[in-house]
């Protein structure tokens, strides 16, 4: 097989569709500490079963109606809406939280709220108070992501999904891939490109006929994310379903920066996850090494130090993430119309000064737990290596070496960062 062939052959579409969410089932969050309670409650549950989740690619469907009902969904909402309207340092905390429990099941609802943020920044008035309604009823947002590799699709902005006018109205057609929440989306916004040659984005929704959603997802790690295909066969769209996605590259904003930040808090949970079971294991089952003179684990002084330096980068990728997050904060209090192309750079670079410490703090933890914990942790039935596996398929999401270019090029050349979902 060559490289540029599907490595799944597989076309193991699922028959499940996500189920409509009762909202009166669904809690209304009312601020901060309401949403970071409700992460902890969810934690609790999520983390039960983590291990034999990824061991069996059991997928989280009762998970993420919880989820649902908990009233997390909407807490990006704005007050005018209905919604908590939280901060970006609370909604970085929820992220953090929930995948240090199940670093997978944690990262599924990522393109739920990046795609709110494009609702919030170039959605119409009514639009908004639509979609917004939905998302306070419980209803989930997924993504088609970008397209597989090919001469059309050089990179993962380009592509061949068509949005077209026809005499029965508007259509849209495309092959996805990288469909983060997809499946168990009741909604599935997709890039395409207009008649005009625009990108949009069309707020599909799942039940819409000619959607097919394929769980063909076979990477090593974030194994039950469910981030395989999505097809759209000459599917009908509505035109008020229809965004203007082309207008946020014209205009300075925060949705960049904003989908990029929950990319390193996701990072940062692998890390936390990471440590903590490395933590447990030295203390629980780890025997000294002979020539330590040592009768524990935890008092081996090589041990001790490395923890200690697992520790500093933890804490330390944690300490620029909520700067990061802080930063999005001030600009976002900032007057209507006056956010310019320097403040979105600003957001840029500090969201890539924490992604390049979280990358580099979830793969040292995840590795290192091994070293430290030794050969007896790399048995089956713990499956620790679940945690490197996340970290390693999670981290290529957006290569780390681009965020310290584009850092470099900021600080020494004040060359502005591009504007899109992943800067």
Do not use: C
């Given at each position: 097989?060559?490289?540029?062939?599907?490595?799944?052959?597989?076309?193991?579409?699922?028959?499940?569709?996500?189920?409509?969410?009762?909202?009166?089932?669904?809690?209304?969050?009312?601020?901060?500490?309401?949403?970071?309670?409700?992460?902890?409650?969810?934690?609790?549950?999520?983390?039960?079963?983590?291990?034999?989740?990824?061991?069996?690619?059991?997928?989280?469907?009762?998970?993420?109606?919880?989820?649902?009902?908990?009233?997390?969904?909407?807490?990006?909402?704005?007050?005018?809406?209905?919604?908590?309207?939280?901060s970006f340092v609370t909604l970085v905390e929820t992220f953090v939280i929930l995948c240090a429990a199940d670093a997978a099941l944690g990262q599924i609802p990522q393109n739920h709220y990046g795609v709110l943020r494009v609702l919030r920044e170039a959605g119409s008035a009514a639009?908004?108070?639509?979609?917004?309604?939905?998302?306070?009823?419980?209803?989930?947002?997924?993504?088609?992501?970008?397209?597989?590799?090919?001469?059309?699709?050089?990179?993962?902005?380009?592509?061949?999904?068509?949005?077209?006018?026809?005499?029965?109205?508007?259509?849209?057609?495309?092959?996805?891939?990288?469909?983060?929440?997809?499946?168990?989306?009741?909604?599935?916004?997709?890039?395409?490109?207009?008649?005009?040659?625009?990108?949009?984005?069309?707020?599909?929704?799942?039940?819409?006929?000619?959607?097919?959603?394929?769980?063909?997802?076979?990477?090593?790690?974030?194994?039950?994310?469910?981030?395989?295909?999505?097809?759209?066969?000459?599917?009908?769209?509505?035109?008020?379903?229809?965004?203007?996605?082309?207008?946020?590259?014209?205009?300075?904003?925060?949705?960049?920066?904003?989908?990029?930040?929950?990319?390193?808090?996701?990072?940062?949970?692998?890390?936390?996850?990471?440590?903590?079971?490395?933590?447990?294991?030295?203390?629980?089952?780890?025997?000294p090494w002979m020539d330590s003179n040592v009768a524990r684990a935890v008092d081996d002084p090589y041990i001790i130090a490395d923890v200690g330096r697992l520790t500093v980068g933890l804490h330390a990728a944690h300490a620029v993430l909520i700067e990061a997050a802080e930063a999005?904060?001030?600009?976002?209090?900032?007057?209507?119309?006056?956010?310019?192309?320097?403040?979105?750079?600003?957001?840029?670079?500090?969201?890539?000064?924490?992604?390049?410490?979280?990358?580099?703090?979830?793969?040292?933890?995840?590795?290192?737990?091994?070293?430290?914990?030794?050969?007896?942790?790399?048995?089956?039935?713990?499956?620790?290596?679940?945690?490197?596996?996340?970290?390693?398929?999670?981290?290529?999401?957006?290569?780390?070496?681009?965020?310290?270019?584009?850092?470099?090029?900021?600080?020494?050349?004040?060359?502005?960062?591009?504007?899109?979902?992943?800067?």
């Open positions: 097989m060559s490289v540029t062939e599907n490595a799944t052959t597989g076309s193991d579409t699922s028959t499940r569709r996500p189920e409509p969410i009762d909202p009166s089932r669904v809690a209304r969050l009312r601020g901060d500490q309401e949403a970071i309670d409700a992460a902890h409650r969810l934690a609790e549950r999520f983390s039960r079963d983590a291990a034999e989740r990824d061991r069996s690619r059991r997928l989280p469907w009762d998970e993420l109606a919880l989820w649902s009902e908990s009233g997390l969904g909407a807490i990006t909402v704005p007050r005018e809406h209905g919604g908590a309207d939280v639009q908004q108070r639509r979609l917004f309604g939905e998302v306070l009823a419980g209803v989930r947002l997924g993504n088609a992501g970008p397209e597989r590799k090919s001469p059309q699709a050089s990179t993962i902005l380009h592509g061949t999904t068509r949005l077209r006018r026809t005499p029965s109205g508007l259509r849209l057609s495309g092959r996805r891939f990288y469909s983060t929440g997809a499946l168990f989306a009741h909604r599935i916004p997709a890039r395409a490109l207009d008649d005009d040659g625009r990108a949009v984005q069309v707020w599909v929704p799942h039940e819409a006929p000619g959607v097919r959603v394929i769980d063909d997802w076979r990477a090593i790690g974030q194994r039950i994310t469910a981030s395989g295909s999505v097809h759209f066969d000459d599917v009908p769209v509505d035109a008020d379903d229809v965004l203007p996605l082309w207008q946020l590259a014209d205009r300075p904003g925060l949705y960049g920066p904003a989908s990029q930040l929950l990319q390193a808090a996701i990072d940062q949970g692998i890390a936390q996850a990471a440590i903590e079971d490395t933590l447990r294991f030295v203390r629980e089952r780890a025997r999005l904060d001030q600009l976002h209090r900032l007057p209507a119309g006056t956010l310019d192309a320097e403040h979105s750079a600003r957001a840029s670079v500090a969201v890539a000064e924490a992604k390049v410490l979280t990358t580099r703090a979830a793969l040292d933890a995840s590795e290192k737990l091994f070293e430290l914990a030794g050969s007896a942790a790399t048995r089956a039935p713990f499956n620790l290596d679940r945690h490197w596996r996340n970290a390693r398929t999670h981290t290529l999401h957006d290569p780390v070496r681009w965020k310290t270019h584009l850092l470099g090029n900021y600080r020494l050349n004040h060359v502005l960062p591009a504007r899109h979902s992943w800067n």
